[in-house]
């Protein structure tokens, strides 16, 4: 078992690989960005990514206070769905209405990667290259679809 500042430590270790892994790599228009923090342009659209000693994730998560406009977007992602998983895969779960990890009623586009654990450095490997692939399939998508979701605003 690790401390809570062991594990603040290896969690800090894990992103900074991970942020100079996937550093050097565009977006779809061949632009420098933050993957870690990717900034969708969109209040209330977010993409994220996480690892823990289960699991690590990446999901498109979606959190408005006004709940109807939260709706919209997501109907306007399961509008475009056959697009999302043609740059994406199949192997996302949605999700209208769910919590997310701080209480709050988001809707939800995820897609997991089982069995790892970010304490585990020999799993990285995976971790990275599943975070990374999803990632950029996300950007892919995104920057082929979000005026639409520009105009759902």
Same mark, same amino acid.
């Given at each position: 078992m690790y401390s809570p500042q062991e594990a603040a430590a290896v969690r800090q270790k894990f992103w900074t690989s991970f942020g100079k892994y996937i550093s050097p790599v565009p977006d779809a228009h061949q632009q420098k960005i933050n993957w870690i923090n990717y900034k969708t342009g969109l209040k209330g659209i977010y993409f994220k990514m996480d690892a823990d000693n289960n699991q690590a994730y990446v999901a498109v998560e979606i959190l408005l206070q006004n709940e109807s406009q939260q709706q919209q977007y997501f109907d306007?992602?399961?509008? /475009?769905?056959?697009?999302?998983? +043609?740059? !994406?895969? +199949?192997?996302?779960?949605?999700? +209208?209405?769910?919590?997310?990890?701080?209480?709050? *009623? %988001?809707?939800?586009?995820? *897609? &997991? /990667?089982?069995?790892?654990?970010?304490?585990?450095?020999?799993?990285?490997?995976?971790?990275?290259? @599943?975070? +990374? *692939?999803? %990632? /950029? !399939?996300?950007?892919?998508?995104?920057? &082929?679809?979000? /005026?639409? @979701?520009?105009? !759902?605003?």
């Open positions: 306007v992602f399961v509008s /475009l769905k056959k697009q999302f998983e +043609k740059a !994406a895969g +199949k192997h996302w779960s949605w999700n +209208k209405s769910c919590s997310n990890a701080n209480g709050k *009623t %988001v809707s939800r586009i995820w *897609t &997991e /990667l089982n069995e790892v654990n970010i304490f585990r450095e020999n799993d990285w490997p995976a971790i990275i290259s @599943f975070l +990374k *692939t999803n %990632v /950029l !399939a996300l950007d892919f998508f995104w920057k &082929e679809h979000s /005026l639409l @979701f520009e105009m !759902a605003a």
